[in-house]
């Protein structure tokens, strides 16, 4: 029988397959051997004729037979992603994929956990963007259960809140890059397939997700212990691996963090009370000295920093000392254990520019100040030149300070060159030397060769930065240190934030014909709608379901179909219902009990002798066919969005327009043979229009030869 079932399977006869397994499955018994064999095989053949529930069924059984079994998991994740519940089959091929992985090395091990990668990698991208964020709010919570991430204690919002904060902040991040995908897709495979979230990537995620929740607050404590896990966990890597490349991938983790901070101190605008434009200037700023290459951070400071006035700015500066945010530009020095006989130097170097301002200094005018002085340096890298303040007063210009931390040896050419630049800049003739130094095109064109003032000083700072290198402080240090039982009994509870989301869908969710979500459109800022005239070009179908699942319904120009979902299944149409359709009015009731499935007066008039009804006894659906009257489209024939219903009975909620797409494709005949004769005419009127700007052009570059012409033969 089982030979039977394989051969009937390979040939796509799944009926007689089903039939044949079924029939040894009988024969035998749990424990016997083979028996996980035919479940599987009898699972992939009620998966391929879309009986997913049943294929479901013969999983978990094979699943409980043969548990350490990778296939049985395998047909659990084909059996769930036909069901389209994909968190629940990925989780099924995380298990397939541990399980193979168990396996002795091998080819065909390998083979395996491709094809599994490869299944889990295309389940991920075939996910909502809903469904991402339902997992990643999750995940989050469930770190903060294991207790490796703190919970919220400042402010916090539902469940439901924070899945829509979640969802906007990876459309927007889609958005801004220009994918058709967020790069948080691919995050969440990653994370699926090599485990959760990091601490620090947790704390980053949640604050980007509490700023879309308007909780402030709370976003701008995760950020802030995102930084300090950021620093913790490399200080423990720099005790095992103090590479280069650990350096500068402490300082791009650095630089999103601070940046993430300075998004929750100003993402509400000036007005809200909670913002702090001088900690979040001040946080841009040190994302943009951990990685100045990076455009966003350069756009966020400039246009926070242009709303600063004078003494907020003295404000930023103070605080950037305070947080000793120049540490970053030293902190590479001593990336190797054998530099004991090693000195590190700092410079302190500060000049003014006369008739320049805070705009000038851009982007490419700090990075070619920095390669100007590392080139005469002769510094290993760029980080060891950094920006340490920027001034500025309308009588004196605009001054600069830079910092140079360079790792030397007393004979060393670069100790020479250092002290040698120093020397240049507080001479007499300074000014001259250092605007030899700073030939930078760039630095000429943005703030001008006028250099009327320049300081210099060097210093030996190798005993205060061993000290601070051994030291365990840094910025924010106090969230990642341990709490005491006492503090982790008396964590406060969390306030709602003072402003709050408004959360979309209330009243109604939309859905497929199914009933299964469906992808939610990215709105137009003018509420636009697409419409479609044409059968042929037609989007899938989406039904507006009540938030009670009580019914689901769409429309088209000419039809309104309901379907009821609380009918009970194995009824006789004709003598178990009571259905009446009448021009304002329809109900659906049950003859015997009196149970009234739908009762409800209609947003618009309906034509009764054209409209259709039809009971499924299998799933026990009621389905309406109603024909619209469509009097306000008669009345306004060129106006065709008068013909579609805000909402389907007058005490329903009303359907935002822009919800979706729209089907124009049935309306009546006649307005649609207007509208086809108005489409030729706007056509023929493009076209002649088309032709009248080509021959305008070709006039127009004929004349523009002979003018030529004329002019050569002058």
């Known amino acids: 029988l089982k030979k039977k079932g394989d051969a009937d399977t390979r040939k796509e006869n799944y009926g007689d397959a089903i039939k044949h397994y079924t029939e040894a499955l009988q024969l035998k018994k749990r424990g016997d051997d083979g028996f996980h064999l035919l479940l599987s095989n009898r699972s992939l053949a009620y998966a391929r004729v879309g009986r997913y529930t049943q294929a479901l069924e013969d999983a978990d059984q094979c699943v409980v037979v043969k548990p350490s079994w990778s296939k049985a998991y395998w047909r659990r994740a084909m059996a769930l992603k036909g069901l389209k519940r994909r968190l629940e089959a990925i989780q099924a091929l995380k298990l397939s994929y541990e399980a193979v992985a168990a396996k002795r090395e091998s080819e065909e091990r390998d083979v395996e956990c491709n094809e599994v ?36 204690d400042a402010e916090d919002v539902s469940e439901e809140e924070k899945v829509e904060a979640c969802f906007r902040f990876i459309s927007l ?56 896990c950021t620093h913790k966990y490399y200080n423990e890597l720099s005790k095992h691996n103090s ?38 200037v001040k946080s841009f700023s040190q994302a943009c000295e951990y990685d100045g290459k990076e455009e966003k951070y350069q756009s966020k400071l400039k246009e926070w920093s242009e709303q600063l006035s004078p003494q907020q700015t003295q404000r930023v500066q103070d605080a950037l000392k305070e947080a000793q945010a120049g540490e970053y530009g030293r902190s590479h020095v001593f990336e190797s254990s054998s530099c004991e006989n090693s000195r590190v130097l700092e410079a302190d170097l500060s000049m003014t520019f006369m008739g320049a301002t805070r705009k000038d200094l851009t982007a490419a005018a700090r990075e070619e ?79 001008g060769r006028d250099i009327v003032k320049a300081h210099g000083k060097i210093s030996d700072i190798t005993d205060d930065f061993r000290k601070q290198q051994q030291s365990e402080d840094f910025e924010f240090s106090s969230f990642v240190r341990g709490k005491s039982d006492l503090d982790k009994e008396n964590v406060p ?32 800022a003018f509420c ?125 909620c009303e359907i935002q327009w822009d919800d979706y797409e729209k089907d124009y494709s049935d309306l009546p005949p006649e307005i649609m043979r207007q509208y086809a004769k108005n489409e030729e005419q706007s056509k023929m009127l493009n076209n002649v229009e088309y032709k009248e700007r080509l021959k305008k052009e070709h006039l127009q570059e004929c004349d523009e030869r002979r003018r030529r012409s004329r002019q050569e033969r002058l």
């Not at 005469?376 to 830079?402: A, N």
């Not at 070009?537 to 039904?543: G, W």
Request: glycine letters at 6%; a neutral charge; aromatic letters at 8%.
């Open 117 to 152: 990668t490869r299944e889990m990698h295309r389940i991920v991208l075939s996910m909502r963007r809903e469904e991402l964020a339902e997992w990643i709010v999750s995940a989050l919570q469930s770190l903060h259960n294991e207790g490796t991430i703190e919970g919220a």
């Open 173 to 228: 991040e889609q958005k801004q890059s220009g994918d058709k995908r967020s790069s948080y897709f691919n995050k969440v495979y990653e994370w699926h397939l090599h485990g959760s979230l990091t601490e620090g990537e947790a704390y980053l995620l949640r604050s980007s997700i509490y700023c879309k929740a308007k909780c402030l607050l709370q976003a701008q404590v995760d950020a802030k212990r995102a930084v300090a």
């Open 243 to 280: 590479a280069r490349s650990t350096m500068i991938r402490k300082y791009g983790d650095l630089a999103k963090s601070y940046f993430q901070l300075g998004v929750a101190y100003t993402c509400e605008g000036k007005e809200h009370v909670d913002v702090d434009l001088v900690q979040g």
């Open 369 to 447: 100040l920095r390669k100007c002085l590392a080139r005469y340096c002769q510094c290993e890298s760029l980080m060891e030149v950094q920006l340490s303040s920027i001034k500025f007063k309308q009588d004196e210009g605009l001054t600069v300070g830079l910092q140079i931390h360079m790792k030397c040896g007393e004979k060393d050419i670069r100790h020479e060159n250092l002290k040698d630049l120093v020397d240049k800049i507080t001479s007499a003739d300074g000014v001259k030397e250092l605007v030899s130094i700073l030939d930078g095109k760039e630095i000429e064109r943005q703030l």
């Open 493 to 524: 509870v969390p306030s709602r934030p003072k402003t709050e989301i408004e959360l979309p869908y209330k009243m109604y969710r939309l859905v497929n014909s199914d009933g299964t979500p469906c992808e939610r459109i990215d709105k137009h």
């Open 528 to 652: 636009m709608s697409r419409v479609y005239y044409s059968n042929t070009d037609l989007p899938q179908e989406v039904y507006a379901q009540l938030c009670d699942s009580s019914l689901r319904w769409r429309q088209s120009s000419d039809e309104v179909k309901i379907v009821l979902l609380t009918v009970p299944p194995g009824l006789k149409a004709s003598k178990d219902l009571v259905v009446e359709v009448l021009p304002d009015f329809v109900k659906c009731a049950n003859k015997a009990s009196g149970d009234v499935y739908f009762e409800g007066q209609l947003c618009r008039g309906v034509i009764p002798e054209q409209s259709l009804w039809e009971y499924d006894s299998g799933n026990g659906q009621v389905t309406f066919y109603l024909k619209k009257m469509n009097l306000e489209l008669f009345s306004k024939s060129h106006q065709h969005a008068e013909m579609w219903w805000p909402k389907l009975c007058a005490h329903h």
